[in-house]
């Protein structure tokens, strides 16, 4: 069933902006046809279209329940800014896998550095990225991205984690081995194209991250955070 996101739903909805043209014009669905809409307190909303017209797609609840379909941990991803589109490929694949949020972050070796519009052109492509993969993926939520950040903002932020995990070329220690404790709320960082900075790696690691391998082979920067979620959904239950 097709997924679309509502602030509320009271019985009868009246879906309208590119919501409604994605489903009379994309889906080309028509009137006694089903949707679902999920509300922003995670209720998922099973509704049939009632009539069509210039206003946008009524329909009406036939019934309710509550989604089921996010993970048990709540995953922040610090990527760091990659060259091209790579990012919103990352952004797309790790709202599938259930990342909760994801913070771009200007490092040192960044070769995609753009101006303040430029970056705020980008979070809002970014943003409607995530809501589109979403919707796809039929989550509870529209995980938030964040506008770009530099690093030394980002290693401030990670008291509020219960671990943190910083994923780095040069060696550390097994995903395994550091949720072998129980953890809700997870950050973890990846680099750009030419890797961190010795002194990032002591930055993060000052402010409490942990140093972390995903194996011998050296990933492509934006492989490296897609592999790291799936492994986290993997070790804590949530690719079952």
Request: aromatic share 6%.
């Amino acid at each position: 069933m097709d997924w679309f996101f509502a602030e509320s739903v009271d019985g009868e909805h009246l879906i309208t902006g590119e919501d409604a043209i994605h489903i009379t014009k994309s889906l080309r669905k028509s009137v006694g046809e089903a949707v679902t809409l999920c509300d922003s307190s995670g209720v998922e909303h099973n509704c049939l279209i009632d009539r069509i017209n210039d206003e946008g797609v009524f329909v009406h609840e036939i019934s309710k329940t509550e989604c089921q379909n996010e993970p048990s941990v709540e995953v922040t991803l610090f990527a760091a800014l990659t060259k091209g589109d790579k990012l919103e490929t990352v952004i797309q694949k790790s709202v599938e896998l259930g990342i909760s949020h994801i913070v771009p972050v200007l490092t040192s070796r960044c070769v995609s550095r753009p101006d303040a519009k430029s970056a705020a052109k980008k979070q809002a492509r970014y943003q409607k990225i995530a809501l589109q993969a979403a919707m796809q993926s039929r989550r509870a939520i529209i995980p938030d991205v964040s506008e770009i950040i530099t690093l030394e903002k980002a290693s401030k932020m990670l008291s509020d984690f219960d671990v943190a995990i910083f994923f780095f070329e040069g060696g550390g220690k097994s995903l395994k081995e550091i949720l072998s404790s129980p953890a809700k709320k997870i950050a973890i960082f990846t680099g750009p194209e030419g890797g961190f900075e010795e002194r990032e790696v002591e930055l993060l690691a000052e402010n409490g991250a942990v140093v972390a391998t995903l194996g011998k082979r050296i990933l492509r920067a934006e492989t490296a955070p897609i592999v790291a979620l799936a492994a986290i959904m993997f070790e804590t239950g949530n690719l079952e």
